[in-house]
Every structure is written in C-alpha cells, then in structure tokens.
C-alpha cells in the first residue's frame, strides 16, 4: 500500500473512533433515562401512608401468635381517609387474612408478600378503589 491510502485509512479509522466515543459519552452522561418507554423523564410518584395500627392474633390453630404493625401505602390522597373512615372492616379483614395463614409460610419472605397481596386485595374490595401501592409490616413478631 502506498502512503496516501495508508493516511486516508488512519483519517476514516480516526474519524469512526470519535463517533464511538462520542455517542457513548453523550449516552452515559447527558441522556436522561425514560422510565416508561413514551420519551419523557420519569417523574417520582407522590403516594401516601397510612398506619392501619398494630395487630395481635393467633395463627390458625397452631397455637402460635402474630403481633405486629401495618402500613398502607397508596398512589390517591384521599385513600387514608377512606381507610380511616372504614377502619373497623379493614381491621377484621386484616385479623381474618392473619388467622388464615399457614404458620410455616408466614415465616417466609414469599409468605410475607402473600398476606401483602391479600391484604391489598381485600382492602380494594372493600375501599371500592384500586391504588393501594403497597403493604408495609413496620412489626412482624411470630410467638
């Protein structure tokens, strides 16, 4: 090969490696991420709590007790009104969901995110509203 096709190979190979490295910069740095796939920036929900008090029950008829506090966490304002306007079904479908767990799964992570999702359930059904976002156990003792 001859000089001249020597320096335009270098240029073009230059030239390509700027443009890699150019958009592999403005990818890392200056890009902000899009978090549900429309093209615009994901903006932090506002959500609310509300502690719907502590609970103490037997588990079942194993013999065994729960005691601990919980947490509802939802997407709507006016959903820890409701809760607080309803809090006597609320409770007792808490108590009933607790009392019908199996003691050994109720030890478990996935046991806990059980009763979370039939809390949420039962507590949609009874609110009539569907944005409780989730569940927190801000106590959870197993005697």
Do not use: C, W
Request: net charge neutral; proline share 4%; hydrophobic share 40%.
């Amino acid at each position: 090969m001859d000089n001249k096709k020597i320096a335009i190979l270098s240029i073009v190979a230059f030239v390509v490696s700027l443009i890699v490295f150019g958009t592999t910069l403005y990818l890392v740095f200056f890009r902000t991420p899009v978090a549900n796939g429309e093209g615009s920036p994901s903006k932090p929900r506002a959500t609310y709590r509300h502690d719907i008090g502590e609970f103490s029950t037997n588990i079942g008829s194993s013999g065994r007790y729960f005691k601990g506090n919980i947490v509802v966490e939802s997407g709507n304002k006016k959903t820890p009104a409701e809760l607080e306007k309803n809090i006597e079904p609320v409770r007792d479908a808490v108590i009933q969901i607790l009392m019908g767990q199996d003691l050994k799964q109720m030890m478990t992570p996935s046991g806990m995110q059980v009763i979370r999702d039939s809390i949420t359930k039962s507590l949609t059904e009874i609110l009539g509203i569907n944005d409780i976002t989730n569940i927190y156990f801000t106590d959870y003792i197993i005697q």
